[in-house]
């Protein structure tokens, strides 16, 4: 979940106008007399989106894990024997130009409104079936309640005008291969309720 933060707050800062969307849906739902609370979470429809699209882009486990073949069958016209190592490749697949409008760009709005509801059963950053992540319920609720607590409170920079480097590193969970590094401010309207140091 930390990593995928990371590519989070990436992408927002490479996409200002993002993160701003995303900081006035947060004031308009929950205001400046109090923090974010997890249960808040679900009313923050925008914020959801630019964690799918994060989740599409820079897909956390890229290959899944490997799977092998209970029995013989066959994928896509190819015949799998059983027991055979099999690999997903849903970076590509959250990437494939067929299936997604300008796939290298980040546009949470994808994900949005009833057209959303289409785009989100193609990715799969959990897996699917049986061998899915167990985790997706709680990795989806610790990354909306914590980006939004950054968000609430804090305005964010990048360190310089370059935009942040985005290379993806080898590795069965994708890394960051420049570490990111951002400039942060406790927000003039959240003074009350966020210590400064
Ligand atoms: C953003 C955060 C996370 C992502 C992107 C993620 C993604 C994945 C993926 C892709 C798999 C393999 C699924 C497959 O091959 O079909 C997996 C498996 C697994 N994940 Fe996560 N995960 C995340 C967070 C978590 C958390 C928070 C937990 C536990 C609290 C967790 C526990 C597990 C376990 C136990 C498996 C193995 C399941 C099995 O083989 O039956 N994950 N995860």
Redesign the pocket.
């Known amino acids: ?1 930390s990593l ?1 933060l990371e590519w989070i707050m990436a992408n927002l800062l490479n996409n200002p106008e993002k993160l701003e969307k995303a900081q006035n849906e947060i004031d308009s739902v929950i205001g400046h007399d109090r923090l974010v609370e997890e249960s808040d979470v679900s009313n923050l429809p925008y914020l959801q989106c630019i964690i799918l699209e994060t ?1 599409r882009l820079n897909t ?2 890229p290959l ?2 490997p ?1 092998a073949s209970s029995a013989d069958c066959t994928i896509g016209g190819y015949f799998v024997p059983r027991d055979t190592i099999v690999m997903v490749n849903t970076w590509a697949i959250h990437r494939d130009r067929e299936l997604w409008e300008d796939p290298l760009s980040f546009k949470p709005e994808r994900f949005e409104g009833n057209g959303g509801e289409k785009q989100r059963k193609l990715i799969l ?4 079936g049986r ?6 319920p ?2 989806q609720r610790v ?1 909306g309640w914590t980006l939004s607590m950054l968000i609430q409170g804090f305005d964010w920079k990048r360190v310089s005008e370059e935009k942040i480097d985005m290379t993806e590193g080898p590795g069965t969970t994708m890394p960051k291969v420049v570490p990111l590094e951002l400039m942060c401010k406790v927000r003039p309207c959240m003074k009350k309720l966020v210590p400064e140091d």
């Open positions: 979940s995928t989740l956390t486990v899944l894990v799977h950053p959990f897996g699917l061998r899915a992540c167990p985790g997706a709680l990795a990354m």
